[in-house]
């Protein structure tokens, strides 16, 4: 497995996931990966994607187009629901950082994609601002990639205030035995201390603790003058101890929540841990099934926090999506910052519930496409506008972005595609919609000489997200096998336009993803 993994990351080669064309259900999108064949040394000994000739970057570009395997759409419409994890990306870089590259099953491409800051504009009111570009992809004919963002309002309005609703948060910490190595329990302490001094006094807070049995450490308590040494003293006693019992303590979590829930309030249960159930019930679902009616009745939303060197990715991430919330990964205090004090408003308020998105391509100008990512978020076609199908839930200043790589037919010239966002009011949950076309020019440019410098650190993030997925071949991924992105560089490019992006940019985070390509890299080396 290593070394199929080590092949597709020194290759550089990015298979293509997600639906074909948004077919008719869920069982129509799953992943569908082709195994890499051996790479080849190019010219100054690295190591190239399979069938790309050389190691530069020209050399990249004079694949086949009709090498490619793509399976043919079987319409021309995409359907999802919106996505704004970050879990998978971060989880990823600990693990590179700490010499592993990550199993290929927790690596999940929108959510590398959206861990990145984009440059759409926001909407004048609570909903979303929808924009469309895109680019040529290089070297490919008739191949472009396409991306579809939505954005929300910050918290912050055009007068300097912070808008949002009081919270009533119930954090439910793991004080198991686990979670007694550095970086767990110790930084959970942490992020609490954090949370707790950014919150204001008109929001509340409980804590729920659970090891093999979950206690209610703290009653939900209003951060009024004088409170906040209530939850700095409980903070201090949280202790590692025994087994893993996650279900009780989510389920003790949304008992407090819904005791105490607060009209007019943001309710949400914050659950810390990394999800390594061992006792009790370990199953997502039928852990969601003993808490539904809070989520259905009383609208309370689940926000996992994961940590750890070992982590629970697949549960936290079921948990998450299918408790109307959002994922997060925290492995050092700098993250544990950014999360609880810097995206505070985001990870505890809402803009919009079940939010979707659907992609009309046209038929007269479109030949084939493909949605990367987002596979375990397809939603049938006809359920865009069925408001009992859940979609997800947008906080203040959130960002989604989908990249699709789409095919032109020849001499194209006109629509291309109608991009649509959907979403219930978080209030009075009143349906919403919002809508934007792209045309055939806008997909004409260069993607690495003149498109949009936010564009190319998505595909950057989408290209390195799928190369680590790579290792693990057609017969994991199931029937229906696709070759590379159209465009996909050598590592050696991948790197250098990381640092290149990186330079112009003066950004942290793309600083942080060119160092954990290179890492990456030197493991396979």
Same mark, same amino acid.
């Given at each position: ?49 399979? /069938? ?26 995409? &359907? ?21 590259? #990550?199993?290929?099953? &927790? ?30 992809? #290089? ?49 959970? +302490? ?18 729920? &603790? ?11 308590? +209003? ?42 309030? &943001? ?50 991430? +079921? ?47 479109v030949e084939q496409f493909k949605l990367i990512g987002y596979e ?19 906080g203040p200043g959130h960002t989604v972005t989908a990249l699709y ?8 010239? /006109? ?70 992105? #159209? ?26 993803? /060119? ?11």
């Open positions: 497995m290593f070394r199929r993994i080590a092949v597709a990351v020194a290759a550089g080669v990015l298979l293509l996931s997600g639906c074909g064309a948004g077919a008719g259900g869920s069982d129509d999108k799953s992943a569908a990966k082709s195994k890499g064949s051996a790479a080849q040394p190019d010219s100054g000994g690295g190591a190239v994607a399979p /069938g790309l000739g050389g190691g530069d970057a020209e050399g990249a570009q004079k694949a086949d187009p009709e090498a490619r395997d793509f399976a043919p759409a079987r319409d021309m419409v995409s &359907t999802f629901a919106l996505d704004v994890d970050t879990a998978s990306y971060q989880y990823a870089r600990r693990t590179i950082q700490d010499g592993r590259l #990550p199993q290929p099953d &927790t690596v999940r491409t929108e959510e590398f994609v959206n861990s990145f800051r984009q440059n759409y504009p926001e909407p004048e009111g609570d909903g979303f601002s929808v924009t469309t570009d895109g680019a040529r992809a #290089p070297g490919e004919q008739g191949w472009s990639l396409m991306r579809v963002g939505l954005a929300t309002r910050s918290a912050t309005n055009a007068y300097g205030s912070d808008r949002r609703a009081p919270a009533a948060l119930t954090f439910v910490i793991d004080i198991s035995g686990s979670m007694a190595e550095p970086g767990r329990l110790d930084l959970v +302490r942490e992020a609490l201390r954090l949370t707790t001094d950014e919150l204001r006094p008109d929001d509340s807070v409980a804590i729920v &603790t659970f090891s093999d049995e979950a206690d209610v450490l703290l009653p939900m308590t +209003r951060l009024s003058e004088g409170n906040k040494n209530e939850v700095r003293a409980a903070i201090e006693k949280l202790r590692p101890t025994d087994s893993t019992n996650l279900a009780a303590g989510v389920e003790l979590g949304y008992e407090q929540a819904v005791e105490t829930r607060r009209e007019g309030a &943001t309710n949400r249960v914050v659950l810390l841990s990394d999800a390594l159930a061992n006792t009790g019930e370990t199953d997502a679902d039928a852990i969601l099934d003993r808490i539904g009616d809070a989520r259905r009745d009383h609208g309370i939303t689940l926000f996992g926090v994961g940590v750890g060197s070992d982590y629970g990715d697949e549960l936290m991430e +079921r948990l998450t999506n299918h408790g109307d919330g959002h994922t997060s990964y925290v492995s050092d205090l700098d993250q544990a910052r950014r999360v609880f004090v810097d995206q505070l408003p985001r990870n505890i308020d809402l803009r919009a519930r079940d939010a979707k998105a659907q992609v009309r391509f046209d038929e007269s100008t375990n978020r397809a939603v049938a076609d006809e359920d865009f506008r069925n408001d009992r199908v859940d979609g997800g839930e947008i790589a789409v095919r032109l037919k020849e001499g194209a010239s /006109g629509h291309v595609a109608t991009a649509t966002v959907r979403w219930l009011d978080p209030k009075n949950r009143s349906p919403h919609e919002e809508s934007r076309s792209i045309e055939a020019p806008a997909l004409g440019g260069e993607l690495w000489g003149g498109a949009d410098e936010r564009f190319q650190v998505a595909v950057l993030a989408a290209y390195f997200a799928d190369a680590l997925r790579g290792g693990t071949g057609t017969a994991e991924r199931g029937a229906g096998a696709t070759g590379p992105l #159209p465009g996909a560089p050598t590592i050696q490019e991948l790197s250098r336009r990381a640092a290149a992006l990186s330079a112009r940019l003066e950004d942290r985070q793309v600083t942080e993803l /060119g160092e954990t390509i290179d890492r990456a890299v030197a493991l396979v080396s």
